[in-house]
């Protein structure tokens, strides 16, 4: 471990590749008899019982950035707004196994984060810092405070686990735990939204959100597995309000606890380096991000060749395109939101579900997400399409910032076309070519990235950032979870689905860019298709 925590973290990058020759340190085996608890209980603390109903809204997918009245803080809309987020939406069952599935996303459904709520004035709950456990849909009091509030106040707090990732991926369980925490980010945006809420992040630094958590009271947690804070966002009932700051301290602390894995087989320090390394604060450019939503840039500009006309080549003689499904209430699109298995590599995206997905990604565009994440956008997808309406199949280019589009432009090989692809859109077709085999390929030799009908790879920013604030190598890939999590909900509202791919060969990926140095690294892949479902999973319900 250096001294200079951006060296350490770009040596930690660099050794949790996967490479063709090689993968990243990980177990040599997997005992998923020995997994880790998923759930997290405090013993010796109050719980309180949330109400079970299923949340429900009439507001339509296609009305969720709409401004619209702000709920009540209470126990109710808490409730619901847990259960649109980070609680359990289903259980699965197969061959006498079952396991839970959650609101957000998680690499290999193993769910590192961990939730916790501060309520002030939240009718039906004393003040203070309550853990959630989302196996029963209830709350632990963990901490309470004796000092009076004249406002009603609501926070949440995150903090990651690593070691449920770790168990199973080795030294690059770091990196999903971000990927994951910029997934549960996207989906509080997405939830405050349908209450009329505001969700900003609290600029803490690291040290501060450790203590506020009670993460950093290490004799509670002496002979169990670690908690790591990740970030605090407030909920704003008046988005005009400054953002409160939560409390710091705390009278009275309750509780330890639960161990999760009795008997590791394994141990990976280089995970407490990577953490220790990018504890800081938030973007320090928060706010200035630049809006390409509706803006096509010249490349001209940066490459001084003539932009070409749209493309608008079809795919060939396959299954034609389902017909656009009506946009459903949003709740449901949230709750019934899956990662797919497979795909069925036949059916074709229509033209007007592709657009909507990437016009989420812009900043400024539909998604909630890019008003609490106002951050310069420093994460921009590359996109190998295989099956969309009217678009040849190749590599295509979507900047989201005038930087992002300058450079790349000059770090990517300069034998690509930098094609305009769409009369609205940023985005470029690089080159024109059948790219199944190619997705499939560096997503670790995955059938699903072929038989998608597109594949994104998230392409950071990389060097800079992290020399200026080492806290960016969090924030990046919290971005691209983010990203990952407004193009999955997106597909879902058209009747498609999606699903992260975090396994894939860094390097092959660099290469076929042409990307040279660390100025730029992918930190993500993502695919969206046409699912095809297990008819031998049984369903039943979050909370019987």
């Known amino acids: 471990m250096s001294t200079d925590p951006a060296v350490t973290l770009r040596a930690y990058h660099q050794r949790a590749k996967h490479h063709f020759e090689r993968y990243a340190e990980g177990p040599g ?3 998923w008899d020995a997994q880790p608890d998923p759930f997290r209980t405090w013993k010796g603390t109050r719980r309180y019982s949330l109400p079970r109903e299923s949340p429900e809204r009439s507001i339509l997918w296609s009305a969720l950035p709409d401004a619209r009245p702000a709920q009540p803080f209470d126990t109710a809309s808490l409730s619901a707004f847990l259960r649109l987020t980070v609680a359990i939406t289903a259980w699965k069952e197969y061959g006498g196994n079952s396991w839970a599935l959650r609101a957000h996303p998680s690499s290999g459904n193993l769910h590192p984060t961990e939730t916790w709520v501060i ?7 004393a003040d203070g810092l309550y853990h959630y456990q989302c ?3 209830s ?7 004796l000092t009076a509030s004249e406002h009603a106040n609501f926070w949440l707090g995150f903090t990651s686990i690593p070691w449920r990732e770790a168990w199973k991926y080795g ?3 770091f990196r999903y735990c971000q990927l994951d925490m910029g997934h549960v980010l996207a989906a509080v945006a997405y939830a405050a939204a349908l209450f009329g809420w505001r969700a900003r992040l609290v600029d803490l630094s690291a040290e501060a959100a450790a203590h506020c958590l009670g ?8 002979g169990v597995e670690a908690e790591e804070a990740e970030v605090i ?21 309750s509780g330890l606890p639960s161990l999760l894995d009795p008997k590791p087989r394994y141990r990976w320090p280089v995970i407490a380096e990577a953490a220790l390394a990018s504890r800081g604060f938030l973007p320090s450019s928060w706010g200035a991000n630049s809006d390409l939503a509706g803006v096509v840039c010249p490349p001209s500009r940066i490459l001084g060749g003539a932009v070409r006309g749209a493309g608008g080549e079809g795919v060939g003689e396959e299954k034609p395109p389902p017909a656009q499904p009506g946009f459903p209430p949003a709740t449901q699109v949230i709750l019934q939101r899956r990662s797919a298995q497979a795909f069925d590599g036949l059916s074709i995206l229509p033209a007007a579900a592709f657009s909507r997905i990437l016009e989420s990604l812009l900043p400024g565009g539909s998604s909630p997400v890019w008003r609490m994440w106002n951050a310069t956008p420093r994460v921009h997808p590359v996109l190998l399409v295989h099956r969309v309406e009217g678009l040849a199949a190749g590599l295509y280019i979507l900047p989201r910032s005038e930087a992002g589009l300058t450079g790349l432009g000059e770090s990517l090989r300069q034998d690509l076309a930098w094609t305009a692809a769409d009369a609205e859109l940023p985005l470029y077709r690089l080159a024109a070519a059948r790219a199944e085999r190619t997705a499939r390929s560096l997503s670790c030799h995955q059938d699903i990235a072929a038989m998608s009908a597109f594949t994104l790879m998230f392409i950071a920013e990389f060097a800079a950032p992290i020399a200026a604030n080492p806290a960016a190598y969090r924030h990046l890939h919290w971005e691209a979870g983010m990203l990952g999590h407004c193009a999955t909900l997106e597909a879902e509202a058209a ?14 990926v660099h290469e076929l860019l042409g990307l040279a140095d660390t100025r730029w690294q992918v930190v993500y892949h993502f695919a969206i298709g046409m699912p095809v479902d297990d008819p031998r999973l049984l369903t039943r319900a979050a909370y019987e």
């Open 233 to 253: 966002v407030a909920l704003q009932a008046d988005a005009n309000e400054e953002v409160p700051a939560p409390p710091l301290e705390w009278d009275e602390w």
């Open 215 to 222: 993460t950093d009271r290490h004799e509670d947690y002496a």
């Open 171 to 173: 030294e690059r369980a």
């Open 135 to 137: 196996r029963d849909h």
């Open 119 to 125: 309520a002030y004035w939240v009718e039906g709950l």
């Open 495 to 508: 009747g498609w689905r999606g699903t992260g791919i975090g396994c894939f060969f860094d390097d092959a």
């Open 29 to 31: 085996s997997l005992d």
């Open 139 to 145: 709350v632990e009091l963990r901490a309470e405070t």
